[in-house]
């Protein structure tokens, strides 16, 4: 199974981003939840903050507080493909943004079975 982020990068802040995470070699992606985590400098992995999820149909997401309004995460089961979507973004909101995959819905970095490398987003001034 490999899992892919892409779509980071060097923005302004107040600027959108929109981050894609492929998952391959695996032919049951609709079965499966999905989240974005973000990680900042001097965190460990399990210490990965969940910014949104999004359940096997698409049809229950969930997002963290601060976020709300901000951050849409969506999924194209046919594509094996998660979305999120992140607008009018603030400098506080560089990190590492990981895709992980998960047989539960959850936050919590512990129920997540997959992830990938992430993809660096640097929000500048």
């Known amino acids: 199974v490999q899992v892919e982020e892409s779509g980071g990068g060097l923005v302004q802040a107040g600027d959108s981003v929109l981050l894609s995470c492929v998952v391959s070699g695996r032919r049951t992606f609709d079965k499966y939840a999905m989240g974005w985590f973000r990680q900042v400098p001097g965190k460990e992995r399990e210490e990965r903050e969940c910014?949104?999820?999004?359940?096997?149909?698409?049809?229950?997401?969930y997002y963290t507080d601060y976020v709300k309004g901000r951050l849409t995460i969506s999924r194209d089961n046919a594509k094996n493909t998660v979305y999120l979507q992140m607008k009018n973004l603030k400098t506080e909101k560089t990190a590492v943004y990981y895709c992980?995959?998960?047989?539960?819905?959850?936050?919590?970095?512990?129920?997540?079975?997959?992830w990938g490398r992430g993809t660096q987003v640097t929000v500048s001034s």
């Open positions: 992980g995959v998960s047989h539960f819905w959850g936050t919590a970095t512990g129920v997540y079975v997959e």
């Open positions: 910014v949104a999820t999004i359940n096997y149909s698409g049809d229950t997401t």
